[in-house]
């Protein structure tokens, strides 16, 4: 079946432009996870989604991020007034379930560069 | 705080050698170590995971080894060929805590 999707594939802005990147969970995945990929700090935890539960938000850098998943499927990450540092490759993964034994397939990512 | 520290940051091996990566853990709250290999423009993608309560798993040409006492868990890869020249993550998770901590990552050349 299809894996988890995400887009743009690419995104290019300008320093306080405001940006929303997509992620299309595997269907049928409950649980949904967004991290951060970069040089200099590697894969870091941003928030996670689980059914109709509150998400959480413990890795979220600023407040100028934040995240929605609507009708607990797609899920969207957005970054307000971008800064230079916020560029990254952008992750989501998707678990069938909670629970920590389950595995997290991730997408292939959103690189995100800020001019 | 970086809780999952991983060793070497760069391998070079030769075809057939067994490169061996190290990640030592800080959290006893831990008990789901998975190692994810990732290839460049691509997202990262599971291997082999292990729990603590086994010292070893095996998975075709890719072992975990796990020292709980150490806080200690390593990816062993058999008869490594050019094709496992990738980046290699190892991660942690446990309690009530689903989300992975991830070490700064391994990146594997196999020379032919």
């Known amino acids: 079946g299809a894996g988890v999707s995400q887009s743009p594939s690419n995104k290019v802005t300008e320093k306080g432009k405001d940006v929303e990147l997509r992620c299309d969970p595997i269907s049928g995945h409950t649980a949904l996870y967004w991290y951060r990929q970069s040089l200099g700090q590697g894969l870091e935890f941003l928030i996670y989604f689980q059914g109709n539960s509150a998400p959480d938000k413990s890795g979220l850098p600023s407040d100028r991020f934040s995240a929605e998943r609507t009708g607990g499927s797609v899920s969207t990450l957005t970054i307000q007034r971008t800064q230079q540092e916020d560029s990254a490759v952008y992750l989501c993964a998707s678990s069938r379930d909670r629970g920590v034994y389950n595995e997290q397939f991730f997408g292939p990512g959103t690189r995100l560069t800020v001019l | 705080q970086q809780q999952v520290k991983q060793s070497p940051q760069s391998l070079i091996v030769q075809k057939g050698g067994i490169p061996i990566i190290n990640c030592a853990y800080e959290n006893t709250a831990f008990d789901y170590f998975p190692w994810y290999q990732q290839f460049p423009g691509k997202g990262p993608a599971l291997l082999i995971a292990i729990r603590p309560d086994v010292s070893e798993k095996k998975e075709g040409r890719f072992t975990i080894s796990f020292n709980k006492s150490a806080k200690q868990f390593s990816l062993h890869i058999m008869d490594s060929q050019p094709g496992d020249s990738a980046t290699y993550f190892c991660?942690?998770?446990?309690?009530?805590?689903?989300?992975?901590?991830f070490g700064k990552g391994t990146l594997l050349t196999v020379n032919p």
């Open positions: 991660a942690a998770s446990g309690g009530s805590n689903y989300k992975l901590t």
